[in-house]
């Protein structure tokens, strides 16, 4: 009866076992090469054309000045004129304007507070995007002329920003911007925050960028590159939906925005391959948890199986305990009656007993 017992319950155990592991391989097979599979399917994936860490989410940014020509024609043919051999001059904003303190410079920020301390990649590629003077030390120069003749020029504080930007120097073009922003009139105020902005976001101090580009936001909705630049520092910051709203914002304002667009699709790429790795973590956990409990199974299933064999023993063996409990119920029978005892011969009273052995199953 208890091997009887033994046996279905090591049966039940492999039944259970058998599903385990079907189940566990299933899962596996589902989550091979779980990345390649999205980028090759997902819709946002295929229209981004590449992930979304290919993408320079610190490219430079700049918003253009105002269309009056304040510095235009004057600057290009000063530059035309310019002896090249002499020694060219920097534009220091410090030597320009002494300014300790501005309630328009967001001093509040670490990064204004300790730009002493703040560095920065050069941003070479700025170059001819604020100047068709080709020779930057020049260019330099020419800001610092102007600049001597019109100290309180907001454009030309943020002209000497670019020009540090350009060699990456972050503390200097700081210094620069707060005069800018400083002198500037509220209603062009983006230009000169987004000039910030871009040399904190390099300067790894994104989350105060994005502060600052958010006040550009606020100032200039209507500015598709404020909510381009917002949207890489978002990226940046890893957080995936506002970035997503800023490039898709970007293109709502300019249709045309293929890089914006394309930023958007491989933000909402990469956010679905972050949850859908995230779900695969957890499932893959899981998943251990049950291969550390089917060994457990396992090994009971063993222990039990091991049992049964040694309870079962060779037939000739369960033959002869069968005869001998046979033979005992006869006795008991028998004596029962005051009758004599059969003996193992199959005799009883000289009479032959017939009974039938039943082999061991």
Not at 41 to 69: G, R, W
Not at 125 to 146: Q, R, S
Not at 167 to 195: M, Q, W
Not at 282 to 308: C, D, M, V
Request: glycine share 4%.
């Amino acid at each position: 009866m208890q091997q009887e017992k033994r046996a279905v319950l090591i049966e039940e155990l492999k039944q259970q076992l058998m599903a385990q592991k079907e189940e566990i391989d299933r899962r596996e097979d589902k989550e091979t090469n779980l990345e390649g599979k999205i980028y090759a399917t997902d819709e946002d994936c295929v229209a981004a054309e590449k992930p979304l860490t290919d993408f320079d989410l610190y490219a430079s940014t700049v918003v253009p000045f105002p269309p009056y020509k304040e510095f235009g024609d004057e600057f290009t043919e000063f530059a035309d004129k310019m002896d090249l051999d002499i020694e060219f001059k920097k534009p220091n904003c410090t030597e320009v304007v002494d300014l300790d303190f501005s309630m328009h410079a967001f001093e509040h920020l670490t990064g204004v507070r300790d730009r002493h301390n703040l560095t920065m990649s050069a941003e070479v590629g700025l170059h001819h995007a604020v100047t068709t003077v080709e020779n930057i030390e020049l260019y330099g120069h020419l800001v610092h002329e102007f600049l001597q003749k019109n100290r309180t020029s907001w454009i030309l504080f943020d002209m000497a920003a670019y020009y540090w930007r350009i060699h990456g120097n972050a503390t200097n073009a700081i210094e620069c911007v707060r005069r800018a922003l400083h002198f500037s009139p509220r209603e062009y105020k983006d230009v000169t925050l987004i000039n910030m902005g871009n040399i904190l976001h390099l300067s790894h101090m994104s989350e105060e960028a994005a502060i600052v580009v958010h006040a550009a936001v606020d100032i200039a909705p209507n500015n598709a590159i404020c909510h381009f630049t917002l949207g890489n520092i978002y990226a940046v910051l890893a957080d995936y939906n506002k970035s997503a709203i800023c490039f898709e914002n970007a293109v709502k304002i300019q249709p045309d925005f293929t890089n914006a667009a394309q930023r958007y699709h491989a933000v909402m790429c990469h956010s679905k391959l972050e949850k859908a790795l995230e779900a695969q973590h957890i499932s893959l956990q899981r998943t251990l948890t049950e291969l550390r409990e089917y060994q457990k199974q396992h090994e009971y299933w063993l222990r039990q199986h091991e049992k049964l064999l040694n309870e079962q023993a060779p037939p000739e063996v369960k033959l002869e305990q069968r005869l001998e409990y046979e033979e005992q119920k006869i006795r008991e029978s028998l004596d029962g009656r005051g009758m004599a005892s059969c003996s193992r011969s199959g005799e009883c009273c000289g009479l032959p007993i017939l009974f039938t052995v039943v082999p061991p199953s």
